[in-house]
């Protein structure tokens, strides 16, 4: 018997160091893994401003002068606009100081999205100039559409 126990102490403890250096490895490769990850390049962005009410966009409209306007028309359950939020807010980071953006939500304020004239269906981003719709992209895109379209409105502006 004391030769058993003597045996049955020497394989806990190999298990012991075997399962000690899996652990180890498990928690190395692990670290490696959050490191790639938080390694990812930050893209910048700037949050849209939220269109509340009628009166507030009149007030847009009023300031706006001859600057471009970028409506993104939106709702908070519609799966492609939330995809379309990093895009969006990356562009409005890439034209600050030259185009305005501004988001609306669908369902909130839906006599706005009537009034561009792009149908029912969401994500829509509205260009808008001196009042007036110029270029409106239905669904979600790469940010070379909207960087595209904006690279047009503001050659011809």
């Known amino acids: 018997m004391n030769r058993s126990i003597r045996i049955a102490m020497f394989l806990l403890a190999i298990i012991s160091v075997v399962f000690a ?19 990812k390049p930050v893209v910048e962005r700037i949050e849209l401003t939220e269109v509340k009410t009628l009166d507030q966009m009149d007030k847009i409209f009023e300031n706006a002068g001859d600057t471009i306007q970028v409506f993104k028309i939106y709702a908070e359950w519609c799966g492609p606009c939330k995809m379309l939020t990093p895009v969006i807010e990356h562009v409005a980071y890439l034209y ?34 001196n009042r007036k719709v110029a270029d409106l992209i239905v669904g979600y895109n790469k940010q070379d559409a909207y960087t595209t379209a904006l690279d047009s409105l503001l050659a011809i502006h």
């Open 96 to 129: 600050k100081g030259r185009v305005k953006f501004y988001r609306v939500d669908a369902d909130k304020l839906p006599q706005v999205q009537s009034a561009f004239g792009g149908g029912p269906a969401i994500p829509q981003i509205v260009f808008v100039r």
């Open 21 to 39: 250096t899996f652990a180890s490895d498990a928690k190395k490769t692990a670290d490696t893994s959050a490191n790639k990850i938080s390694k």
